[in-house]
């Protein structure tokens, strides 16, 4: 008798969960894109710190926490996966948005990662994962817009933003396919074996490319956004995103990829007065119609 009363409350306070952690990720994440951009105007290394230190200590602390609480760390075989995983998708995703967005606006930087999703269509269907009808109008209707994105915005005004902005997604859905199926530890330690991985490579790279922590001219703005971008983006977010992962349909957790590029844009417009042509509000428009495209074909699919 009393677990039938209760039963309705239940699903209730699971929403409110939900709901919560999605607006973690839609926030956080759609704010990751200014808060690179007001770290590197803060006079801080794009690799060597606004990145690579950042996920180091990210990474410290959620290793350090989930061994207070038992878990069990990766073995040899788990950190060569991890390795490879942060390779993919911190080193070449993050850390060429990072480096573009030296260049590029937050906003474009945002939605030219919104492409994603296109991208993990098109190497789902080369390891066997064959979309759908639905699928395939989404990914060309989204590809339509990456062209027209990059054929005529301000985008190409800078060709070396242009080319990092094409990896990065590349990079990310790729890695995010070749981890399927392999030997990985338990989810959140994934995340923290993955950000350790990645922030000690992204900071080998930055000292590689001349860049160096000691700096007169670092602010206190950026300071501020290098310690948002690695306590809410790095740590908060990331946790609410794998969270979501296991208890939220896959489609719902998915709709970050076109709700963070809206809120990266307003945020762009408002707090740091980037402006747009009419060409990048259309090829905007299309890339994400895309993505809401692929979204419903698979929310639709069978099994």
């Known amino acids: 008798m009393n677990s039938s009363v209760s039963s309705p409350a239940a699903p209730a306070r699971a929403g409110w969960a939900i709901a919560v952690a999605l607006a973690i990720v839609y926030l956080v994440w759609g704010s990751t894109y200014l808060g690179i951009r007001f770290a590197l105007e803060g006079g801080f290394p794009p690799l060597l710190m606004v990145s690579g230190a950042r996920f180091v200590v990210a990474g410290t602390v959620l290793l350090a926490f989930l061994r207070w609480r038992g878990v069990a760390m990766p073995t040899r075989a788990q950190w060569k996966n991890l390795m490879v995983m942060g390779t993919l998708l911190l080193l070449l995703g993050n850390g060429m948005v990072v480096l573009a967005e030296q260049t590029v606006s937050s906003g474009l930087a945002a939605v030219a990662v919104a492409s994603m999703p296109l991208w993990m269509g098109l ?7 064959h979309p759908t009808r639905g699928e395939w109008l989404g990914i060309i209707v989204g590809f339509a817009g990456v062209v027209w994105l990059n054929a005529g915005s301000s985008l190409t005004a800078s060709p070396m933003g242009l080319v990092l902005l094409l990896i990065a997604p590349i990079a990310w859905a790729y890695g995010s396919i070749w981890s399927r199926g392999r030997d990985l530890p338990s989810p959140f330690m994934t995340a923290a074996g993955q950000m350790l991985a990645a ?25 501020l956004a290098v310690a948002y971008l690695a306590v809410f983006g790095s740590i908060i977010a990331f946790t609410a995103y794998v969270w979501l992962l296991h ?7 998915g709709s970050y990829a076109y709700v963070n590029p ?42």
């Not at 895309?290 to 639709?300: E, H, P, Q, S």
């Open 247 to 253: 208890h939220a349909r896959p489609v719902l957790v």
């Open 199 to 223: 922030g000690v490579m992204l900071m080998l790279a930055g000292a590689l490319r001349g860049e160096r922590f000691a700096s007169a001219d670092w602010t206190l703005h950026g300071a």
């Open 123 to 129: 190497f789902g269907a080369m390891r066997g994962q």
């Open 262 to 303: 809206v809120i990266a844009v307003a945020l762009g417009a408002w707090l740091a007065g980037e402006r747009f042509s009419a060409h990048d509000y259309g090829a905007m428009a299309v890339i994400l119609a895309g993505v809401v495209v692929i979204t419903l074909a698979r929310n639709r699919r069978p099994g």
